[in-house]
T-cell receptor, first 116, second 115 residues
Framework: ETGVTQSPTHLIKTRGQQVTLRCSSQ?????VSWYQQALGQGPQFIFQ???????GRGNFPPRFSGLQFPNYSSELNVNALELDDSALYLC???????????????FGPGTRLLVL | AQSVTQLDSQVPVFEEAPVELRCNYS??????LFWYVQYPNQGLQLLLK??????LVKGINGFEAEFNKSQTSFHLRKPSVHISDTAEYFC?????????????FGKGTKLSVIP
């Protein structure tokens, strides 16, 4: 049990729609990262937020966007959904800004998105 | 940039037998190394991590891994597996002290423990 929750657990959308996925981090965790895990693949880094600002981004287009709120919750928004967006979306929270080697990430159980 | 190669996509092993899951990485900067486990329909759980110091790292559930800098490897081992170890295992790296938690994962190794 990592103390990180995600909602919903499953979601079905059609191509072209927009989706919002939610993550609730542990209290005091100022950093949240989002990953996309396609079927049969390892997770891929989408972006990271620290104290409500994006401070790192992977190789994902701008239609993937996020928000982080002061109450340690966050959102991943995906616009203009494509079939290839079907995946498990994982969020991970961390206490600081990766300054210390002991800092680690705690993953949530994920949201499985299916785009038809 | 970093990359991670997990050399086996699937590893079947009999219960109580030893197992080794192989991981090689490539990076132009120093990295921290991790192994995560993912049980069916669940998120990722940290098994162990190498940050510095002793190259043999012990983790949860009886797993250990050895960091080999010259071979850029970080293989995961367990001397005796249980049915409950059936899961997918991911090796990952991230730059050390870079101000980012960005992990680069391998494609995973599915461990199947046969009774």
């Amino acid at each position: 049990e990592t103390g990180v929750t995600q909602s919903p657990t499953h979601l079905i959308k059609t191509r072209g729609q927009q989706v919002t996925l939610r993550c609730s981090s542990q209290s005091g965790h100022n950093t949240v990262s989002w990953y996309q895990q396609a079927l049969g693949q390892g997770p891929q880094f989408i972006f990271q937020y620290y104290r409500e600002e994006e401070n790192g981004r992977g190789n994902f287009p701008p239609r993937f966007s996020g928000l982080q709120f002061p109450n340690y919750s966050s959102e991943l928004n995906v616009n203009a959904l494509e079939l290839d967006d079907s995946a498990l979306y994982l969020c991970a929270s961390s206490p600081g800004l990766a300054g210390g080697p002991e800092e680690t990430q705690y993953f949530g159980p994920g949201t499985r998105l299916l785009v038809l | 940039a970093q990359s991670v190669t997990q050399l086996d996509s699937q590893v079947p092993v009999f219960e109580e037998a030893p197992v080794e899951l192989r991981c090689n990485y490539s990076s132009s900067v120093s990295v921290y190394l991790f192994w995560y486990v993912q049980y069916p329909n669940q998120g990722l759980q940290l098994l162990l991590k190498y940050l510095s110091g002793s190259t043999l790292v012990k983790g949860i559930n009886g797993f250990e891994a050895e960091f080999n800098k010259s071979q850029t490897s970080f293989h995961l081992r367990k001397p005796s597996v249980h049915i409950s170890d059936t899961a997918e295992y991911f090796c990952a790296v991230r730059p050390s002290g870079a101000g980012s938690y960005q992990l680069t994962f391998g494609k995973g190794t599915k461990l199947s423990v046969i009774p």
